[in-house]
């Protein structure tokens, strides 16, 4: 059974920067960040591919987040700098099966098979 436990969100003031971490069980293929504002529809914000030679990344990241992977330690890492108060949300971890690549489906939900139950980001002004 593949399980994924998010970790490090926090409270953050614009400019500042935090670094979430996602801990999985099981063989896993693409990884990603999402992230969800009550109301709005989720984002994709980043992803990698297995061997973690190939990132993507939403537009409005990019220059700022770097998405990581350790293999040895089935673990997935988002480093945030420069973060805006329009970053704040629930941050989710989620994964694709072995045999799941990422290619130009990465951003969207629906594509991955599993899920982390989310932690938060706050970033105020």
């Known amino acids: 059974q593949v399980e994924l436990v998010e970790s490090g969100g926090g409270s953050v003031q614009t400019g500042g920067s935090l670094r979430v971490s996602c801990v999985a069980s099981?063989?896993?293929?693409?990884m990603a960040w999402f992230r969800q504002v009550p109301g709005k529809e989720g984002q994709g914000v980043a992803a990698i591919s297995s061997g973690g030679s190939t990132t993507y990344y939403d537009d409005s990241v990019k220059g700022r987040f770097t998405i990581s992977r350790d293999k040895s330690k089935n673990a997935l890492f988002l480093q945030m700098n420069s973060l805006k108060p329009e970053d704040t949300a629930m941050y989710y971890c989620?994964?694709?099966?072995?045999?799941?690549?990422?290619?130009?489906?990465?951003?969207?939900?629906?594509?991955?098979?599993?899920w982390g139950q989310g932690t938060q980001v706050t970033v105020s002004s």
């Open positions: 989620a994964a694709r099966g072995p045999l799941g690549a990422c290619g130009s489906t990465w951003y969207q939900a629906p594509s991955f098979d599993y």
């Open positions: 099981g063989n896993l293929a693409c």
